[in-house]
């Protein structure tokens, strides 16, 4: 053995399973602690880096981006190395994974969404939210998608911050999305919009609903947008109003979404229009969406203080031709690794990977961000959610099994990614590829034009 497993001369070799912003915060975690030398390689399936950041934060939010430099300092460190365009069950599998690192961090995130399990779900036009963010920031898998936007109203199922960022790209002008780093197919197919009318959908009651005040001001803000509340849709229930005192957030959107109801529309060509208490029920049309169905419901106080809501039977028709679902995120199932189908996570003891839900410990094996918790918070939250699993992960060296020393050399992953030809991405790649983006868009005045597919990224860094 070259040393004790921990030590200068045997450092730990920690996998990191996914590059957003969960893998870079238990990455940075690791690097924090001081009692045990660690090694770290950080994979992704894509060439990029960052995740959610590049991939799902709106492209009108650059600002939100910013928290790139600081996963910049992590993987600058010299204990850590960059993989990308390796994918876990793809360029290599789990069992081989293990063979060659002492633990695996999954930070895979939730790259799928719930389904509203209603007759029509699946008609031509019907997307979940998505599909439609990764679109429009430039997915390498969602960048040939098509989404018709000759028609003149689309639904928003959702009131959580994706369903915001949904409707305010959809009801931007041409001139305000062009100063941002959107796709370019993106902005040239919006540029040919005929979109009037965005009907954002709740099931409950405007107390409930879930987005930050930013998000609501924004779309108040709109060049090219009226919002359209119903003062009479504000009153609030009795058990509603009460929440509101240990919820400053719910209070100060109310307040906000007052103001832009007494507002009114101001002959802006395009209008938002809320719909609470309404549950869809039926999306209708013979190959395509032409209208959604919904159930008006009733709000109604539960025993653990969850304000629940129940359908009254009654029913409304809202003439559609394009609906988002924004309804919750799930995981996706890794080849190898345990799965909890029933909420969507790998399952887990706070960050502990376990054989089936409150099952047994699988040593070696740890979770962090939405993959370990499910879909909850906002990028910052997977800082303390990873310090977590970071603390634990230390406990368990001094009883782990350490692989071979000759499986644990950082050359052995690269003689096996070369022996099967795979292109991956180191972090030099990446500053190269990043360069150039931000080149394009220096020229466009924007913040960067991005690549879109993989093999364009391996062509303009690789020269393949």
Known sequence: ???KLGSNSRPLRVAIVGAGPSGFYAAGALLQQKEIHVSID????????YGLVRYGVAPDHQKI?????VYERTISDSRVRYFGNVGLGEEINHDELKSLYDQIIYATGASSDRQLDIPGENLTGSFSATEFVAWYNGHPDFADFDFDLNTESVAVIGVGNVAMDVTRILAKSIEELSETDIADYALEKLSKSKVKHIHIVARRGPAQAKFTNPEIKELGELAEADVVIKAEDLVLDPASQASLDSDRTAARNLETMQILAEQGTTGKPRQIHFHFLRSPVELLGDDAVTAM?????ELHPTDTGYIACDGVGRFETLDVGLVFRSIGYRS?????VPFYEKWGIIPNDKGRVTATHQGEIVPGEYVVGWAKRGPTGVIGTNKP???ETVALMMEDVASLTPVADASASPNAIIALLQERNVAYFTFADWLKLEAI???RGKAQGRPRVKFTSEAAMLAAVKGE
Not at 65 to 69: D, Q
Not at 293 to 297: D, P
């Open 293 to 297: 169905r919904m159930e008006v419901n």
């Open 437 to 439: 983006e931000d080149e």
């Open 65 to 69: 981006k910013s928290v790139t430099k």
């Open 1 to 3: 053995m070259a040393g």
């Open 332 to 336: 996706v199932p890794i080849p190898g």
């Open 42 to 49: 950080i994979f992704d399936r894509l060439p990029t880096p």
């Open 385 to 387: 959610d990873a310090v």
